[in-house]
């Protein structure tokens, strides 16, 4: 069975940096795009950043100039470098790969940036 498994999350202030991991296992990492999503209260799941197989990159608006998703297909991880954190980047982090009909979730790590 595929895993997911961030880490990272934390609090930070506002103009802060954090770095977001997830870990996979159980499946063909290197054939997965994958990706981050974040969920803030009471608003839907939306689409951070994706990086795909051949080491492609998309960002969210949002992200752009600010977040920068990688993988390391050797050690089966994805990450997600945040910089210029601001009061709307609070919310659960989500990972998540993708390949074909298989996909795979991460259980989230938080994110608050506060001051």
């Known amino acids: 069975q595929g895993q997911l498994l961030e880490s990272g999350g934390g609090l930070v202030q506002p103009g802060g940096s954090l770095r977001l991991s997830c870990a996979a296992s159980?499946?063909?990492?290197?054939?997965?795009?994958m990706s981050w999503y974040r969920q803030a209260p009471g608003k839907e799941r939306e689409l951070v950043a994706q990086?795909?197989?051949?080491?492609?990159?998309n960002y969210a608006d949002s992200a752009k100039g600010r977040f920068t998703i990688s993988r390391d297909n050797a050690k089966m991880t994805v990450s997600l470098q945040m910089n210029s954190l601001k009061l709307e980047d609070t919310a659960v982090y989500f990972c998540?790969?993708?390949?074909?009909?298989?996909?795979?979730w991460g259980q989230g790590t938080q994110v608050t940036v506060s001051s």
């Open positions: 998540y790969a993708r390949w074909g009909l298989s996909r795979h």
């Open positions: 159980g499946f063909t990492f290197s054939r997965y795009a």
């Open positions: 990086i795909t197989a051949d080491g492609n990159t």
